[in-house]
């Protein structure tokens, strides 16, 4: 968990698996003597559960909402099957879905949504799922116009660990307490160097 206002680990910690209680756990432990603005993850279903139970501020990465509609997108447009013309549509309304989320401001999204919500019955078949999803967390994806201190992304907890440990490291540690280590040893780093002292 990183403090993405002071760009500061907060906390880390490595674990057998990501079940539920594991996660809710740690969380708690990570906030317990802590003032939480909110927290961004990315779409993993139990972190609603988590933070609702929590009564935590959750923002859903914007990132990762692009990259899981990507992927569905990228599949018709490598599609033999679809012709240019749907292709071109394709493109045209996962355009028209980002631009919902290039704003700080959510009368500008809402507005910009419900146009979206209009034309339904033009959109091409691989949407309405997603939209209804966009639907149902767009209190969860539009925090960070809401607050200005809300990380619209998880950018700076993936940017820290890009830079604490790269993939060609990672292959080199053979123990949880190597890794841990050297984990201790770029978290001191970053907070002297690269993090905003205040």
């Known amino acids: 968990m990183i403090d993405s206002i002071l760009n500061k680990p907060v906390t880390e910690e490595i674990v057998k ?13 990570a906030i317990s003597d802590k003032t939480v603005v909110a927290i ?5 279903r139990k972190y ?12 859903l990465c914007i990132f990762h909402l692009f990259k899981m509609i990507g992927k569905n997108v990228y599949k018709k447009l490598n599609s033999e099957f679809v012709t240019d013309r749907d292709k071109v549509r394709i ?7 980002k631009e919902i989320f290039r704003t700080f401001d959510q ?26 999803k ?9 925090l960070f116009m809401r607050d200005g201190l809300v990380s619209r992304t998880t950018n700076p907890i993936e940017s820290y ?6 993939d060609s ?14 984990l201790n040893v770029r978290r001191d780093y970053w907070i002297k160097n690269i993090s905003k002292n205040i």
């Open 17 to 29: 698996n990501l079940k539920y209680g594991t996660v809710k756990s740690f969380i708690k432990r």
């Open 40 to 44: 961004t993850t990315d779409h993993r």
């Open 48 to 59: 609603k559960r988590i933070m609702d139970g929590l009564k935590i501020n959750h923002q």
């Open 91 to 97: 493109c045209i309304v996962f355009s028209e879905i």
């Open 107 to 132: 009368y500008i999204a809402v507005y910009r949504l419900e146009t979206l919500l209009k034309k339904m019955k033009e959109i091409p078949s691989i949407f309405p799922k997603l939209i209804q």
């Open 134 to 142: 966009i639907v149902q967390d767009f209190e969860r994806l539009t």
């Open 161 to 166: 660990y890009r830079n604490t440990i790269p």
């Open 169 to 182: 490291l990672k292959r080199i540690f053979k123990t949880q307490e190597g890794v841990l280590k050297f």
